[in-house]
C-alpha cells in the first residue's frame, strides 16, 4: 500500500508559479510511475502530466507543455510539479497518483493505483 500527501497549493495571480510537492510512504515508495491529474467541479478528471519510475521519461498535457515541469526524487520520496505562467484556467483540485504496474498509458486515470487527497491551485485574474 502506498500513501500519498500533496502540498504546496494556494491562491496566485496570472503569471505566477507554484510548486506542488506528493509525498509517499508506505511500501516499494519508489517503484512506481507516478502523474499529476486536475479536476474541477462538474468536470472529469484531467491527466496533467507523469513521469517514468526513475524519472527518465516525462509526459504532459498540451495545455500544460512548456509551463509545467514534473520531476520525482526518489531519494526523497517525493514528486514534484512546478508550474510557471499560470493562467486561470488552470485553477483545480490537483491529486497526485502512483501505478502498481508498467502499463503504457500515463493519461487514464484507471491505470493508477493510488491517489492522494488533493491541494487546490487557484489562479486569479
Known amino acids: 500500500q502506498v500513501q500519498l500527501v500533496e502540498s504546496g497549493g494556494g491562491v496566485v495571480h496570472t503569471g505566477g508559479s507554484l510548486r506542488l510537492s506528493c509525498a509517499a510512504s508506505?511500501?516499494?515508495?519508489?517503484?512506481?510511475?507516478m502523474g499529476w491529474f486536475r479536476q474541477t467541479p462538474g468536470k472529469e478528471r484531467e491527466f496533467v502530466a507523469a513521469?517514468?519510475?526513475?524519472?527518465?521519461?516525462?509526459y504532459y498535457a498540451d495545455s500544460v507543455k512548456g509551463r509545467f515541469t514534473i520531476s520525482r526524487d526518489n531519494a526523497k520520496n517525493t514528486l514534484y510539479l512546478q508550474m510557471n505562467s499560470l493562467k486561470p484556467e488552470d485553477t483545480a483540485e490537483y491529486c497526485c497518483?502512483?501505478?502498481?504496474?508498467?502499463?503504457?498509458?500515463?493519461?487514464?486515470?484507471?491505470?493508477?493505483?493510488?491517489w492522494g487527497q488533493g491541494t487546490q491551485v487557484t489562479v486569479s485574474s
Open positions: 497518483a502512483a501505478k502498481n504496474l508498467p502499463t503504457p498509458r500515463h493519461s487514464d486515470p484507471s491505470e493508477y493505483a493510488y
Open positions: 513521469i517514468s519510475r526513475i524519472g527518465l521519461v516525462t
Open positions: 508506505g511500501r516499494a515508495r519508489g517503484s512506481y510511475a
